[in-house]
Each structure stands twice: as structure tokens, then as C-alpha cells.
């Protein structure tokens, strides 16, 4: 049995301790916002929070998850009202969507880093997500925007 | 079938009476007024509120919650946006507040439902509209008769019905049950395209909010109760047969219950693979990479892609091939001589890689096949598994999910068939989950072409133009030979251009090999489009034209000069500076005309970097224009990646790239520069959107790399660095 909170709320499941956290977190807990898109830590779009952490959830062995903070696109926030979640509604960011909860949760740590990043901090931090349907321009604005709403203090 | 056919038996759809969505309703035919009787309940529930069929897209319950059923796929085209925001309008009721729901694989009752083609909006709209207002005006008509006032005093807004003068209101639940059993109008008045207030606005997505916090269903992330997991471990040369497989350490991988042989259908031929079942994907994933499988697949060993250009560029030296269209005489005018240009263009196969890789959940169930899954062609899969797996159509029921990318592989019937066979195989419902080396490796891909393009070049214009294309022709997913020319052969290429020429041919030189292959967003488009329209520019330049100005000799008519004229005007065409490359290309693809102008220049480190792309998209009448800004700019992405970095490759008969690593995307590290995005206002009738923005690309690119560098790229992929 592997302790696990995930989202605030404490869970033991009982999982091959090898099995990534991705699939921990899909086919045992059912939380099928975290996507599986390579498997082998090339396209973030199972990137989740470790402690704060985003970590490539594909990659990550459910055991060493266990004991710590897993924040899923889930949990980001109480009403999909996470600054970076707002500003993806208002410049309809996703194409077919698959790839966002990574790439929000990349940029969920980027922005809490880095309240005020610039175009290259922005490559430096999202390279690792892949949209194959080509939202980079739209993700760069909303970072952007959520950044400038954070600073005006009026991100939520 | 090929797209074109998709679009036409969309137009000629029929609305016939038939089973409703839950198998109890009644559908009123919109089309067939005569055939409209009473009112159906669909679904009753405890509460007491019941759920009436209008019509087979619009749905109003008693309590007055209305929904509209999109019957084609959103995989990021925004098919779920685009389909209720045109009922709505005549609908009179608001976006936001509408429950928006797949609808099943069903020809009968929706038409063509593959959703390829750019067809969705092009193939619908008249419908759509026509269906809405029906239902608003039965509505009416409702509150009329039960008012006691002629209906002409009365007028729909926001899911109510008002009567102006006697200021009363009915919501539209309070009406449906009556409204459904009057008689549909004949012809009813629709809108002005300048009243609506929904239409042409850029209204935010119904989807997004799903999207930016986990909670939208893909095909992946579906569960039906009692599911258990398979991965498949199939042929790795694409065709041939297990000999034997061994699976004893699989066996012993935790949470493997069972291992099976399986066989899917490929086009006309079979597929063979050993599937692994287990209780998570994980699972089953890993007692897969145990399994030791012997293939028979000799005969396949050969394929390298090498050898795939060698002989198409050596057929087009030597044959003329299947002529699809010819204009005047080409080549007694290249015969002639003179100016006569001839060069060979060559574009790569590509995998589609959706970022959600192909998995589907099917449960058989004897008389009853249930499927679930990100699907492109709901109505396809139904017809192509009630055969296959022998139940009747009429209980076979297709389910589409969001799709994570589609771009025309989820069109394909392969991966639902297996998951069938082997819920048929276990006797449990199952979702086949495939990894991403499955999905990259296994095709089917766009094929690789080579063109060879002649021109002679006189009097400062074009006389003769004449093309044979080498590849892989989709009509012949079977392999068959090919006895017919690629009726795609010229898609791309401006109409105008084939009368303004004069002297103009286009023909394919077959070119068979056993790599499946299946449409890739913008088809035949995506590479023609990069020869035809370098060709045009390398014309230009021999013709001593200025690019624009020589397509404008050829382009008379007054919507596409306007369109050029906007193309001109948003790039600063004529502002040109000397440390700048400016290239241009214009294709037309599923009745939409996108130019595109790209401007590079060299970086501080001296290499080759694109600072900006403009975009003017000629779609005619549209629904939403962010969504169409934003397939623009997708489609540059994606052309981008197929033209200057990923490609796939064979080698022994085996595919080179296995996950991202090796077939490299674009990342947002590659896309500093911006895209800007036009849409022309006029009132013709609507083209596609989710493909036409991808061809013009790599040619304005490769375009304006000779224009800063005086260096011809004739071969894609190329490197941006090595310039
Ligand atoms: S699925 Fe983890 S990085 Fe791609
Ligand atoms: S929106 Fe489709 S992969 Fe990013």
C-alpha cells in the first residue's frame, strides 16, 4: 500500500510500486485530467506538482510520490480559477485541449517563480510541453496576461 | 471515398424519419414536413421532466433546458463550437446556456459525419440554419395558438417566445410539447446574415473551460464499467503475421490476466498483433515490453525510403504517367524550347502524432457492439463494424469523445475494429490503449511525393506548365495498382490559373509501395502546395516578375484580387527592405483560398530566423473568426514542424522514429515570431477552415528564404540552422 495526498485529500492505494504516477493517478484514482503523451519525459503532458514541483508524472515512480503533495490540473484550483486557467479562457487558448493541463501546470510553476517572465523565460519554461495542434503563440499571451492580471493583484 | 465525395453527400443528406438518439424518439423530419406527426418523448424522468426531440439536433425538455447535438468531431477544429453556434442563432436562444452533446454515429439522421475535409461547417450550414429557424417558428407558432394571437405578433429571443402587444412571454419548455405536434413549415424566414448576433462574432469556446481544468473526456480517459485494459505489441514491419509468440514472463507481470492473438483490418488486408490484457495500462503496457513475438513478414523487409525517391524521381524522369487534367497542349510548347524550366520537388512522409495517442473502448456483446473513442467518422466506424463483426447497424452504437488531435488519422477504422475483436476475444468490454511508439510507428502517414515541374517562360508570363507527382495515391488504400490519376493530383493549385495559363497538364506517375497511408490535415495539399507554388516564385524569377505581380497576371477575378490586394497591404509587400526576404504562396484546398506572406531575416548569429507571417484567409460566409484565427496559426505550427524539422523515414522495412526524441516537434521556442491572421468579409458560400491555412506555409517560407539568400530549398524537411 502506497500513501499518496493528492489534491489535498489523502489516499492508499494498493499499486506496483514501479507503476509511474501518471497511471497511479488515471487508472487508479481516476483523475484522467493529467495526460499520457510519450511516456518517456519528451511532451509534458502529464506534468503534475511534487511539492510543489512540476515533475513529468510519465517518469515519476508511484513510491517516491508517496508521503508528498501531488497537485494534478485538478486540484490547481477550487473553481478553474487559477490566473494562468482565467487568462487560457479568455484568449481560448486550446485547440483540442490535450495537452493544456501540462502545459498550465508547467506554467503554474513558471509564474509562481517568476511573476513576471519574460518571452524567453517562457521558452526556457514551456519547451518541455509539446502542442501538436500549435498553440504556442495563444499559450505565450495568456502567460502573459496572467502575469500582468497577478500583478494588478486581480488574478482570481 | 475521397473527401470531395464526403462534402457532396453531406450537401445531398437526407432527413428521413427514423429511430430517435435514446431508440425511443421520433425524429421530425425538418426536410420532409409531410413525414413530421407528433411530438416525441425521449427520456422521462422521475422528476417530470421530459426531454422532446425537435428535431435530430435540437432537443428541449419541459423545464426548457435545451440541447444541441453536434454530430461531427471536435479534435480542435471547433466542430462543438461552429454546430451550435449556427442552430442557436436561428434558435434564437443563448450559447452559453445550451447543453452541447456528441451525437452517435447515425448517416441516416445526421448525414456524413466524417469529419474530414474542412467539411463540417461548408457541409452543414445551410441545413443547420434551415433547422434552426423551423423549430423557432413551431415554437411560435405554439404560443400563438395557445395565446390566441396571430403569430406574426410574436417573437423568439433567449428560449422564449413574447407577444410584443399583450407583453406575455412562454419559455420554450412550456411550448415543446405542443410545438412538436404542429406541423413543420414548409419554408420559413431566416435571418439576414446582418441580424445575426451569434454568427461571424468570435465567441469565446464551449469547450475551453473543460479544457483548462482536466475535466473534458478524451477517448483515454473514458471508463465503462467493468473495463479492462489492452496494449497490443503488432507487426513492426506494418503488414505480415505472428509466427509464434512466448509469453511467460508476461504472464508473470503483475496485473496481466491474459494474452491473445489478434488480427485487425487494415484497408483490404489484416493486421496481426498479441495482445496484452490487464487491469491498469499500465500493466499492460509492461507485459507487453515482456512478450518475445516471431513475425512472418517477409516481403516487406525492402521498404527504405531511399529507395522510394530513387524510383519516383527515376519514374518521372522517364514516364509521363496518367494524365488527370490537361488545358491547351504543354508539351508541344515545351517541345518547342526556349525558357524552359524543370526541376523535381520532393516532400517527406510525416506522422500525424496526435498528442493524444489512438486508444478506443469497445464492448461486445453477442447481438450488441458499443463503441467509445476519440473517432473522426462516427458513421464510417458503424458501417465498417456492423460488417466486420456482424451485428446488425442498428445496434452497433458509436460514441465520439473529445478528440486529442485527429488530423485525419482518427478517420481511420483500424484501431476501433481491434479493439472489438478482442472485447469479442475476452468477453469484456476493453480499451486498447496504443503507446506512443505504437501510434508513431505503426502509421498510416501521409505519403512522401516527388513532383517534377516544367514550365517554359516567355514574354515576361507563363506558356506551358506541366507537372507529374509520384506517390502514394489514397484512392488505392489497398495497394491495388493504380489504373486512374490521383484525383488529388492538383488540389492546391488555383482553379483560375488553368484557363489563365492556357497550356497546363497535371498527371501521376503510379507509385506503389505497401506503407499504409491516410489523409494528413490538407491532404494532398500539404506537398503539392510546396511545389506548385516554389514553381510559381521560381517562375517569377525567370520571368524577371515581381511574385505577387506575376500571380496577379493570372488572377483576375475580383474576390481573389481583393484578396491579394489585402495580402499586399497587411505584409507591407511593396515596403520590402534589403536585409529582408519577403515569399508569398496562395493555395486553395475544400473551397477556402489562404495566401500567405512569411518575412525572414538573419539573426545576430548569422543564422536564417522567420520575423513574422501573415495570413488572409477567403473562407466566404463563417461562423466564428478566433476559431478560424487560431486554425490558421495551428496549421503554420504544424506546417512549420513538416517542413523544417520532423519527417519519418524507413529503413529494412521498419520506421526510424520511434517517440519525440527522434521525430522532433516544434516547440513554443521556435514560434518567437508572430502570426497574424486575416479573414475576408464577402458573401460566398462557406469553405473550410480546419486544413487550408497548412499548404501555402513551407512555399512562402522556402520563398523567402530565396529571396534573402538567393538559395532554392526543392526538398522538405530542410534545416533552418544549416542555411
Ligand atoms: S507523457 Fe510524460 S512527458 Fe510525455
Ligand atoms: S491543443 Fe491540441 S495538442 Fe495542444
Redesign the interface.
Known amino acids: 500500500m502506497i500513501s499518496l495526498n493528492v489534491n489535498g485529500e489523502s489516499h492508499s492505494i494498493d499499486a506496483d510500486p514501479e507503476m509511474p504516477l501518471l497511471w497511479a493517478l488515471r487508472d487508479i484514482l481516476n483523475l484522467t485530467g493529467t495526460k499520457y503523451g510519450c511516456g518517456v519525459a519528451q511532451c509534458g503532458a502529464c506534468v503534475v506538482h511534487l511539492d510543489g514541483e512540476a515533475v513529468r508524472s510519465c517518469v515519476t515512480k508511484v513510491s517516491r510520490a508517496g508521503g508528498r503533495k501531488v497537485i494534478t490540473i485538478e486540484g490547481l484550483s477550487a473553481n478553474n480559477d487559477h490566473p494562468l486557467q482565467k487568462a487560457w479562457q479568455e484568449i481560448d487558448v486550446p485547440q483540442c485541449g490535450y495537452c493544456h493541463s501540462g502545459q498550465i501546470m508547467s506554467a503554474a510553476v513558471l509564474l509562481r517563480e517568476n511573476p513576471n517572465p519574460t518571452d524567453a523565460d517562457i521558452d526556457a519554461a514551456m519547451s518541455g510541453n509539446i502542442c501538436r495542434c500549435g498553440t504556442y503563440p495563444r499559450i505565450r499571451k495568456a502567460i502573459h496576461l496572467a502575469a500582468a492580471w497577478q500583478a494588478k493583484g486581480n488574478g482570481r | 471515398m475521397s473527401q470531395q465525395n464526403e462534402a457532396t453527400t453531406t450537401s445531398r443528406r437526407n432527413f428521413l424519419k427514423t429511430a430517435g438518439i435514446a431508440g425511443s424518439g421520433l425524429c421530425l423530419a425538418l426536410y420532409f414536413p409531410s413525414l413530421a406527426k407528433a411530438a416525441k418523448i425521449v427520456n422521462a424522468d422521475e422528476g417530470g421532466v421530459d426531454d422532446v426531440e425537435m428535431n435530430a439536433w435540437v432537443h428541449i425538455n419541459t423545464s426548457g433546458k435545451v440541447t444541441i447535438f453536434c454530430h461531427r468531431a471536435?479534435?480542435?477544429?471547433?466542430a462543438y463550437q461552429a454546430v451550435p453556434q449556427i442552430v442557436a442563432e436561428e434558435l434564437e436562444v443563448d450559447l452559453d446556456k445550451v447543453n452541447i452533446v456528441f451525437a452517435q454515429g447515425n448517416r441516416k439522421k445526421y448525414g456524413g459525419q466524417v469529419t474530414g475535409g474542412s467539411s463540417t461547417v461548408r457541409g452543414s450550414y445551410k441545413n443547420l440554419l434551415k433547422l434552426g429557424a423551423t423549430a423557432r417558428e413551431m415554437l411560435i407558432a405554439a404560443a400563438a395558438a395557445r395565446w390566441g394571437v396571430p403569430a406574426a405578433e410574436c417573437f423568439a429571443a433567449s428560449a422564449q417566445v413574447h407577444h410584443r402587444p399583450g407583453g406575455k412571454t412562454l419559455h420554450y419548455g412550456e411550448l415543446v410539447v405542443s410545438a412538436s405536434k404542429m406541423e413543420a413549415p414548409k419554408e420559413v424566414k431566416q435571418k439576414a446574415r446582418a441580424d445575426y448576433k451569434l454568427i461571424g462574432k468570435p465567441l469565446?469556446?464551449q469547450?475551453?473551460?473543460?479544457?483548462?481544468?482536466?475535466?473534458?473526456?478524451?477517448g483515454?480517459?473514458k471508463?465503462i464499467p467493468g473495463m479492462k485494459?489492452a496494449a497490443v505489441e503488432r507487426n513492426p514491419r506494418l503488414r505480415g503475421t505472428v509466427k509464434s509468440y512466448d509469453d511467460s514472463a508476461t504472464m508473470r507481470v503483475?496485473?496481466v490476466t491474459k494474452v491473445i492473438k489478434v488480427k485487425m483490418a487494415v484497408f483490404n488486408t489484416y493486421r496481426e498483433g498479441v495482445a496484452v490484457i490487464a487491469n491498469?495500462?499500465?500493466?499492460a503496457?509492461q507485459g507487453k515490453k515482456a512478450l518475445k513475438v516471431e513475425w512472418d513478414d517477409s516481403g516487406f523487409e525492402h521498404i527504405s525510403t531511399e529507395d522510394i525517391y530513387k524510383r519516383q524521381q527515376e519514374d518521372l524522369a522517364t514516364k509521363e504517367g496518367l494524365l488527370l487534367k490537361k488545358v491547351g497542349d504543354p508539351d508541344a510548347v515545351i517541345k518547342k524550347g526556349g525558357k524552359v524550366l524543370d526541376v523535381v520537388y520532393q516532400t517527406p512522409y510525416q506522422s500525424h502524432?496526435?498528442?493524444?495517442?489512438l486508444n478506443c473502448i469497445a464492448h461486445y456483446q453477442g447481438d450488441k457492439l458499443e463503441v467509445w473513442g476519440p473517432i473522426q467518422g462516427p458513421d464510417w466506424v458503424q458501417d465498417f463494424l456492423s460488417k466486420e463483426m456482424g451485428v446488425a447497424k442498428e445496434n452497433v452504437f458509436i460514441n465520439m469523445t473529445?478528440?486529442?488531435?485527429?488530423?485525419g488519422r482518427k478517420a481511420f477504422l483500424d484501431y476501433p475494429h481491434e479493439a472489438c475483436v478482442i472485447s469479442k476475444e475476452i468477453g469484456a468490454p476493453v480499451q486498447v490503449?496504443w503507446?506512443?511508439e505504437d501510434d508513431m510507428t505503426q502509421g498510416p502517414y501521409r505519403p512522401g511525393v516527388s513532383y517534377r515541374c516544367e514550365a517554359v517562360v516567355a514574354n515576361g508570363g507563363i506558356e506551358a506548365f506541366k507537372v507529374r507527382m509520384s506517390g502514394q495515391n489514397t484512392d488505392h488504400w489497398d495497394a491495388e495498382k493504380s489504373t486512374k490519376a490521383n484525383g488529388s493530383t492538383s488540389e492546391g493549385f488555383l482553379k483560375p490559373y488553368f484557363e489563365a495559363i492556357g497550356n497546363v497538364s497535371f498527371s501521376d506517375v503510379p507509385f506503389e509501395t505497401p506503407i499504409p497511408i491516410m489523409w494528413w490535415r490538407s491532404v494532398y495539399a500539404s506537398t503539392n502546395g510546396f511545389a506548385y507554388e516554389s514553381f510559381i516564385d521560381e517562375i517569377a524569377l525567370a520571368a524577371g516578375k515581381d511574385p505577387l505581380e506575376l500571380r496577379r497576371q493570372y488572377l483576375k477575378e475580383d474576390r481573389i484580387r481583393k484578396q491579394i490586394d489585402k495580402l499586399v497591404e497587411v505584409s507591407g509587400w511593396k515596403n520590402r527592405k534589403k536585409n529582408e526576404g519577403y515569399g508569398v504562396a496562395m493555395t486553395e484546398c475544400f473551397n477556402s483560398t489562404v495566401g500567405q506572406v512569411v518575412k525572414v531575416s538573419r539573426g545576430a548569429n548569422g543564422k536564417v530566423k522567420i520575423d513574422h507571417v501573415w495570413a488572409v484567409m477567403d473562407c466566404g460566409w463563417y461562423v466564428n473568426p478566433?476559431t478560424i484565427r487560431?486554425?490558421v496559426?495551428?496549421?503554420?505550427?504544424?506546417a512549420l514542424g513538416a517542413a523544417t524539422i520532423h519527417e519519418i523515414t524507413f529503413k529494412d522495412g521498419l520506421v526510424e522514429q520511434k517517440?519525440?526524441?527522434a521525430y522532433k516537434?516544434?516547440?513554443?521556442?521556435?514560434?518567437?515570431f508572430?502570426?497574424e491572421v486575416h479573414i475576408m468579409d464577402n458573401d460566398a458560400a462557406a469553405g473550410g477552415v480546419g486544413e487550408p491555412g497548412l499548404p501555402p506555409f513551407a512555399p512562402a517560407l522556402t520563398n523567402a528564404i530565396f529571396d534573402l539568400t538567393g538559395s532554392r530549398i526543392r526538398k522538405l524537411p530542410f534545416d533552418m540552422n544549416t542555411i
Open positions: 471536435e479534435m480542435g477544429q471547433g469565446k469556446r469547450d475551453t473551460v473543460l479544457k483548462t481544468n482536466g475535466t473534458a473526456i478524451f483515454i480517459d471508463k485494459y503483475p496485473g491498469s495500462t499500465w500493466a503496457m502524432s496526435c498528442m493524444e495517442p473529445f478528440l486529442g488531435g485527429g488530423f490503449v503507446s506512443r478566433d487560431a486554425q496559426e495551428g496549421s503554420i505550427v504544424m517517440n519525440f526524441y516537434m516544434p516547440r513554443i521556442s521556435d514560434i518567437p508572430e502570426i
